[in-house]
């Protein structure tokens, strides 16, 4: 099972409700409508940036999607030494020559964001990267970014214990 990291005892978070992911989906694809860019395909960086880049992509009316695996957080403000890509890697052929909009839903250290951006781009893929929230310390500013702040964030997809059986 999928750890699930519990913020409760921070003070200070930020917190993204369901109403307010939607207004930040719609404002977010709104600023990249009006930069001119239109992605050939939606990259999702998953697990955070799935629901982000679905949203994205509805709004956006982009059909083609796909997803990279990326593991680097364990826990509140704890990560593995360095973002690991997982298994099913995505169809690198299928990027070429192609304009892509890559989403996740937070450039914390920004480290994964680089990774996926630099293994994209290597693929002869023309990237723009897009995320709810950025933070001051990410090694990468986003191309796009609907808020900016160094708090954790608590995301609605995220904000409560995995569904377990009732037994």
Avoid at 112 to 135: F, P, R, W
């Amino acid at each position: 099972m999928a750890y699930h990291a519990d913020s409760s005892d921070l003070e200070v978070k930020e917190i993204l409700t369901w109403d307010g992911f939607g207004a930040a989906s719609r404002e977010l694809a709104q600023n990249i409508a009006d930069s001119g860019f239109e992605p050939d395909i939606i990259i999702a960086v998953a697990r955070g940036g799935l629901l982000p880049a679905g949203a994205l992509g509805y709004a956006m009316g982009v059909k083609l999607s796909d997803a990279i695996n990326v593991e680097f957080y364990t826990d509140v403000e704890e990560t593995l030494p360095d973002p690991v890509l997982l298994e099913p890697l995505l169809d690198v052929n299928s990027i070429r020559n192609k304009k892509l909009l890559v989403v996740d839903d937070v450039a914390d250290s920004g480290r994964t964001l680089a990774l996926v951006l630099e293994l994209l781009t290597k693929e002869g893929a023309t990237c723009k990267s897009a995320v709810l929230y950025a933070k001051s310390r990410s090694e990468v500013d986003p191309d796009f970014v609907w808020k900016r702040t160094d708090e954790w964030i608590v995301f609605p997809w995220s904000a409560e214990k995995p569904v377990t059986p009732n037994v």
